[in-house]
């Protein structure tokens, strides 16, 4: 049997540019600082905790209070502005590709670095809750991507080898999170999440379409999925 593990942010809802302009927004209105753009890409897939973490360290005296705090300030503001969203931004093609693997009886998963609300609220408002059998958030694993963790719980919980499962991410962090796991990875090319290095993705494609979803189930459907990307 094969697993599919799908990142959300990037992958299903083409939500990169609303936290490209939020999180500037945020770190230079409310923190007064002004975060330069291989910042914010530095930061695409990693957990909100582990974000806040490292620009502690790096402005110290701005961020004086404990990470979480500013986590949960942050996103209480982002909530709202997804919750206002009409139509939730979604990546094209997707939802062909959901209802295609549903349809061949693959299970898919979900591992997205994002708090579980956010992974809640979004799933709820594009009408993919009924796609996935189990779902994982930042919150769930000590570590954030590039740790393997977050990947490695789902294989355990599907009862399934590591190498039997195939990724679907969209950044740096994620994609070295799924080599580390010693799983395959596919890795999506969305010009919209920002400067990412996919190069250690198995496969790469830039859009869903009748041809890239049918050679992704012939993939799936192959003995080795190491062998066959």
Not at 61 to 76: C, I, N, S, T
Not at 130 to 155: C, H, T
Not at 212 to 218: G, K, M, N
Request: hydrophobic residues 40%; glycine residues 6%; charged residues 25%.
């Amino acid at each position: 049997m094969k697993l599919v593990i799908f990142d959300m942010d990037g992958v299903l809802v083409d939500s990169e540019p609303i936290y490209h302009h939020f999180h500037p927004y945020y770190f230079e209105t409310q923190l007064g600082i002004t975060l330069s753009q291989l910042e914010l890409d530095s930061v695409t897939g990693v957990a909100p905790r582990e974000i806040f973490g490292r620009f502690k360290t790096i402005y110290p005296d701005l961020l004086p209070e404990p990470a979480v705090v500013y986590v949960e300030r942050e996103y209480d503001l982002l909530m709202e502005k997804f919750a206002s969203l009409d139509p939730l931004p979604l990546v094209n093609g997707i939802s062909d590709v959901l209802k295609r693997l549903d349809e061949e009886n693959i299970p898919m998963v979900l591992s997205s670095s994002n708090q579980r609300r956010m992974i809640e609220l979004c799933l709820d408002r594009s009408g993919f809750r009924p796609y996935f059998q189990n779902i994982l958030s930042g919150e769930d694993v000590p570590r954030s991507k590039p740790d393997p963790e977050i990947f490695l719980r789902q294989a355990a919980f599907y009862g399934v080898k590591p190498e039997e499962c195939l990724v679907i991410e969209d950044s740096t962090n994620g994609c070295r999170a799924a080599k580390a796991a010693g799983m395959a990875c596919l890795g999506y090319v969305n010009p919209n999440s920002g400067n990412q290095d996919l190069s250690l993705a198995d496969w790469r494609i830039d859009s869903w379409n009748e041809n890239t979803i049918s050679q992704l189930l012939t993939i799936l459907k192959r003995a080795d999925l190491q062998t066959a990307l």
